[in-house]
């Protein structure tokens, strides 16, 4: 079971991570709105980046789906870059999940974050089947361009009630933690 408090704050949570960790520069837009978990997919073939966030009393698994066109290639990839296309997005993936991570430590000190790991868009579609306590799904778009499509999933193994302060949400440039 998740309180209403806990649903409230994972989801300021994932938004002030999402505004902070998935643009570039500082002053570039980006926009969130909740969506239909079932349209959470953007084509069928896709792939879908995931981290995981683990500790005693809950799984948050954070999927983010980069739509592969023009517009989010061009915002994401510098001129001449050596990266792929899931290189990118992972590590746009892991500093998003990663700022989720700080500001659930102030709540749980016992949590550990996967790296990320890329799976076919069609697990959305099965996420049902784990029996969430918690489902979310948004679109995200940066500059009007680029665009992602994010799902949180909360699985809880004990009641789950927190409510986090989202104003003292600190910025960081991204440190390396070691557990």
Same mark, same amino acid.
């Given at each position: 079971? %998740? ?21 570039? *520069?500082?002053?570039?837009? $980006? @926009? %969130? ?8 997919? =953007? %084509?069928? @073939? ?17 999927? =983010?789906?980069?739509?592969? !066109? ?9 001129? !001449?870059? *050596? ?14 999940? !990663?700022?989720?991570?700080?500001? /659930? ?5 016992? /949590? !550990? ?9 069609? $697990? ?10 918690? =489902? ?18 909360? $699985?809880?193994?004990?009641? /789950? ?7 003292? =949400?600190? @910025?960081? $440039?991204?440190?390396?933690? /070691?557990?």
């Amino acid at each position: 079971m %998740i309180s209403d408090n806990a649903k409230g704050s994972i989801d300021g949570i994932f938004r002030k991570a999402a505004q902070s960790r998935l643009v570039l *520069a500082a002053g570039d837009t $980006c @926009e %969130i709105a909740a969506i239909p978990t079932n349209d959470a997919g =953007l %084509i069928p @073939e896709a792939q879908v980046v995931v981290l995981t966030i683990s500790s005693i009393l809950f799984r948050l698994m954070l999927m =983010l789906q980069f739509d592969e !066109g023009a517009d989010t290639r061009d915002y994401f990839f510098a001129e !001449g870059s *050596a990266s792929t296309v899931q290189e990118i997005f992972s590590e746009q993936a892991n500093l998003c999940c !990663g700022a989720m991570n700080q500001e /659930l430590l102030r709540y749980f000190p016992d /949590l !550990g974050m996967s790296t990320p790991y890329v799976l076919n868009a069609h $697990c959305i579609a099965h996420l049902e089947d784990l029996k969430p306590a918690y =489902l979310a799904s948004y679109a995200v778009t940066v500059n009007q361009a680029a665009r992602i499509k994010a799902t949180v999933c909360v $699985c809880t193994h004990a009641p /789950l009630d927190f409510v986090a302060d989202l104003s003292a =949400l600190e @910025e960081s $440039c991204g440190e390396l933690e /070691l557990f």
